[in-house]
Nanobody, 128 residues
Framework: QIQLVESGGGLVQAGASLRLSCGAP????????MGWFRQAPGQEREFLAA????????YYAESLEGRFTISREGVRNKVYLQMNNLKPEDTGVYYC?????????????????????WGQGTQVTVAS
């Protein structure tokens, strides 16, 4: 069973930046769309961003207001989430996921059974 591992979370002050990383220790080979999600305390998991298997296309939740950037490297399907100007409402557990289907530009698509492989999450806490 392939397990994704996220890293880079932590406690920061509002306005700071963080860069999250995600990969599979043994490698994840194949044409996977990669995505980032967030779950705040007491709330449903929400979609944040996705990137196509070759990195040519990205899609973001409108609520991010351009503060986050998703990127990826190589055939090992390692993915990053650069988060700038963090706000207290960005606090939550951040998850990455990989899916064999092509990138979609509909947020609802990512909220209904998307993701063949998931990580355990990394905590991000933004203090005001």
């Amino acid at each position: 069973q392939i397990q994704l591992v996220e890293s880079g979370g932590g406690l920061v002050q509002a306005g700071a930046s963080l860069r999250l990383s995600c990969g599979a220790p043994g490698g994840l080979y194949g044409a996977y769309t990669m995505g980032w999600f967030r779950q705040a305390p007491g709330q449903e998991r929400e979609f944040l961003a996705a990137i196509s298997w070759n990195g040519d296309s990205t899609y973001y939740a409108e609520s991010l207001e351009g503060r986050f950037t998703i990127s990826r490297e190589g055939v090992r399907n390692k993915v990053y989430l650069q988060m700038n100007n963090l706000k207290p409402e960005d606090t939550g557990v951040y998850y990455c996921a990989a899916d064999r289907h092509q990138l979609s530009v509909k947020t609802s698509y990512y909220l209904t059974g998307w993701g063949d492989y998931w990580g355990q999450g990394t905590q991000v806490t933004v203090a005001s």
